[in-house]
Structure formats: structure tokens, C-alpha cells
């Protein structure tokens, strides 16, 4: 198990964990390209007890059904957040003082969100913040092609477990690089719409919407995650936390919007904190820093 209690002193200084973090959109990066193959090879980012999200049950179905208290859209749009809540959207690829590679520039092929109809696989719904959940991706550590890594966790998460997308809101690098995870619109706001509304994705099965799902790619069930990584994870969900008045230090009484599906849970979790979640994200060895990293966020 990892010393979580070093966090608290000499490992918050080396990881620059102090003062305040300042919020909003602004300033543009492109990403660096790497060579990527027209078609990557499809492998699985871990076994059912690495990191295994999905759909939550009927959700397709909500989604193109009436239903007495009217459509999934019309029930979005009466419990939308104001606009005033959201980020000023600038089109540029930095959120909260993190920069991030956006889908376009992790090279995210669109196409494969689209059945052979045309129609989208997984169309997005958008629903008010509740909760966070941590994974691993549970496959190769300081991975030196991490865009490529993304690209075959997004055609397996989108073709091969049929979830239309991958099913993560946003995944971070051993560099402590964030990428742009789900797609949430032509908006500049990764995750969320410009009203503030997450975009529902697919990491918790049961348990997705409101719930936004970071990932850091790696396997840390004997290793940590670097400390580029953890930082980059602490600032990230300290943004998002403030954005959306979430205290990262409290528990959530969590309802699913769609199924009523509830439980009670962390505001910051891990994928095995979820009821009747048969897995051993984020690993034995990130797990137990979660107490920590909380604190962190709250900072």
C-alpha cells in the first residue's frame, strides 16, 4: 500500500499542491503530433476487474421513448443549471489552468460514433452534476504514445463494447497531460454543454448520469501515478468541484435522473466504491491515496 500520509507534507510540496488555482477557459495549445496508425491495432484496456465501464440499463431506450413526464430532452431542459454557471466558452484547449488535447487533436475519429445508418450509437444527454469518480485505464504504464493509447481505448470502448464513444469525460497521461474524453458538442467546454450540464458517458455502469468520470491511463495496482499525473488530477477536479459547487469532501446521496438508481457515495470516488461494482479500479495501490487527494482538491 502506498505511505498516503507523506501526501500531507513533504509530497504536497513536491507536487506544488499549494495556493490558490485560478478557474476558466483561456489560452489556446495544440497538441504535439505523434505518429499514429490509420487504424490501431484494438486491445482491451484491462479485464473485467481492471476498469470496465457501460451503459446504464434502458437508457437508449428512455432516450427515444415518450414517457409521462414527456421526452428525456424536455426532462433536460426543465432541470437545465443557468448559463451563468458556466465557463465563458473562448474556443481555446486550457480548462481551469490545465491545458488539455482536445478530440480533434488526440485524432478521435468521429465516425466511429455512428452506426451504418448514420444515426449516433450513444446520442448525448446532458444532466446536472452530482459526483466524480477516479479510474485507471489498467494497461501499460508511461506509456510513450499516450494518443494512441486513447485512440484504442476509444475504439474499443465505442465499437467493440458498443458504447457509441469512449466512455470516460476526461483521461490524463503519465506527463500529467489531460485529454478530452466523451464527445460533448461543438462547444469549446469539454465534458459539459454550455449551460454546465455533464454530458452522460459510460464508466460506471448503473451509475453515469451526473456522474463525471476521470480516468488516468496506466495500471496502479503496484505502482502510484506519477506526480505530473496526480497534480494534474487535483487541479482538474479542484476547477470542476468550485464550477459546479461541488464540496470535495462530502458524501452524495447520488439518484440516477434516468433509472432512479440510487446510492450513497463520495463526492470524489473510485470505480469500486459503487455498489455492485465487481472491479479493482483504481487499483490497491491509487486507491487508498483518495482520502488524500480529496483533501488535496479542497485545498
Known sequence: MADV????????????????????????????AVGRSADPVV?????????????????????????????????????????SSAPEPTGASRIFGCHYV???????DESLRFLPDGSENWPQTYWPTQTFTVHHTADANADPDP?????????????????GDIGYHFLIDDAGLIYEGRYSGEDSVPGFDTDGQMVNAAHVTGYNAGNVGIALLGDFTAV??????????????????????????????????????????????????????A??????TFHPMLEQLRVDVAG
Open 102 to 108: 482536445s478530440r480533434a487533436d488526440w485524432g478521435a
Open 279 to 284: 472491479t479493482e479500479c483504481p487499483g490497491d
Open 147 to 163: 494518443q494512441i493509447r486513447i485512440q484504442n481505448i476509444y475504439r474499443y470502448h465505442a465499437i467493440d463494447q458498443d458504447w
Open 43 to 83: 486491445s482491451s484496456p484491462g479485464s473485467a476487474l481492471g476498469c470496465a465501464g457501460g451503459k446504464d440499463s434502458g437508457e437508449l431506450a428512455a432516450f427515444r421513448t415518450q414517457t409521462a413526464e414527456g421526452t428525456v430532452e424536455q426532462r433536460i431542459a426543465a432541470t437545465r443549471l443557468t448559463a
Open 224 to 277: 502510484e501515478p506519477s506526480a505530473k499525473q496526480y497534480r494534474s488530477l487535483v487541479r482538474l477536479l479542484r476547477g470542476l468541484t468550485r464550477w459546479q459547487g461541488v464540496d470535495p469532501q462530502s458524501t452524495v446521496d447520488y439518484v440516477n435522473p434516468i433509472s432512479a438508481v440510487a446510492a450513497s457515495v463520495a463526492a470524489i470516488s473510485s470505480h469500486r466504491d459503487w455498489p455492485g461494482t
Open 5 to 32: 500520509s507523506s501526501l500531507s507534507s513533504s509530497r504536497r510540496a513536491f507536487l506544488g499542491l499549494g495556493g490558490a488555482l485560478g478557474l476558466g477557459v483561456a489560452g489556446a495549445v495544440t497538441a504535439t
